[in-house]
């Protein structure tokens, strides 16, 4: 089990490392602990989930995929990744809504993040969950349903780690569907609001160093027209492209407009090249769609600051939902995405710039990438934060899962 997150800026604090085998090992073992966490496929930026006692791999448990076609449903173990259990739904007819860009990362640490994908009509990955099984700080096993359980269940699903060790997901269903990938090269900037309204999942690429936006990724269902070759002033790309100028191409998903399934061309990359660690940091903040033009030119002014330390900034949509601490609570979003080099000692001073500059807009930062935004303006851009305090201190009374940063930002 690995000992530090995918991108190496986190070493686990943790004194002991587990891999159980059944649900019951896991359960005794949380209840016998006095700081527990889990981490999934640990893609993640941050220390909310590094904790200073034990912490649990659920790689170790049987997989399972069951999928119910009348409620059309599948019910999925934690630790599976999205691009496994796309691959099989896909086989046997069915598609999820949306994916993110990398199909490697856990089910359970996607969702507990907030994780999204593109799409004004597309809401984040824990929208599509109806269900989660999850093992309490007291070690009981415990199931909470969206129909049955309304508020509480909205409470749960972005739920950081810190309100139970998640064994089981349920995942709503589609009939599979074919997309096709274009990528445009160029993008006036005056076009960006209609350019992400354009097509079913659609991601901006920017480097700051123009004005212009660097390449469209359009992922469009399958028979929908292909754009026509002026489109919005953009230039077709007649090679695939990588969202970082001069990496390999042959990670990333098919494109030129050639058509295949959902899980083959929603994310970004794909699951065949498994980059061993990442020689990056990411931060990402979510603001009011309405407001996209608004808030790039509010960057405008520090796009020198930016461009040095940038790999690429991506500018995503995702849905309003109603999950207490989706940073996509009740407000249309523009994900506003920074994949920084591998230098915090650079990138931190950046992003509280950027932090700085998108203030007005009351940004609510990925909760699993880097962020150094003040714990009470996170509470202020979050109307059901206190309510979710409450239910960390009911659910986990003996601060099990608490970890150092989940105790900054959600004091006891
Ligand atoms: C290359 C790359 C691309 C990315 N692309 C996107 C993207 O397109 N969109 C996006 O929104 N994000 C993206 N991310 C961020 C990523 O999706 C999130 O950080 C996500 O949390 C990673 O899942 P994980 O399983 O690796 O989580 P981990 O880092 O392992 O864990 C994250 C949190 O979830 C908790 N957790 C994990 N498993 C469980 C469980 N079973 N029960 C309870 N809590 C659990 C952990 O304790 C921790 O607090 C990307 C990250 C990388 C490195």
Known sequence: MPRRNWAGNVRYSARRFHRPTDVDQLRRLVAGAERVRVVGTGHSFNRFGDTPGDLVSLAGLPPEISIDPERRQVTVTAALRYGDVATRLHAEGYALANLASLPHISVAGAIATGTHGSGERNGNLGTSV?????????????????????EVFAGMVVGLGALGVVTRVTLDLLPTFEVRQYVRLDLPREHVAEALGSAYSVSLFTDWRTPRINQVWRKQRAGEPAPPPDWLGTTPADAPQHPVPGMPTRNCTPQLGVPGPWHERLPHFRLGFTPSSGDELQSEYHVPRSAAAEVLAALDPIAHL?????QICELRTVAADRLWLS???????LAVHFTWVDDPAVVLPVVAAVEERLAPWHPRPHWGKVFGLDPSRVAAAYPRYADFAALLTRLDPR???????????FPR
Do not use: M, Q, W
Not at 130 to 150: I, M, Q, S, W, Y
Not at 399 to 409: A, C, I, K, M, N
């Open 327 to 333: 940073p996509n609570h009740h407000r249309d979003s």
């Open 306 to 310: 930016i461009a040095p330390v940038l």
């Open 399 to 409: 601060g099990v899962f608490r970890t150092e940063l989940l105790d900054r930002y």
């Open 130 to 150: 109806a269900a989660l099984e999850f093992v309490t700080a007291d070690g009981d096993l415990r199931r909470v349903d969206r129909d049955a359980d309304g």
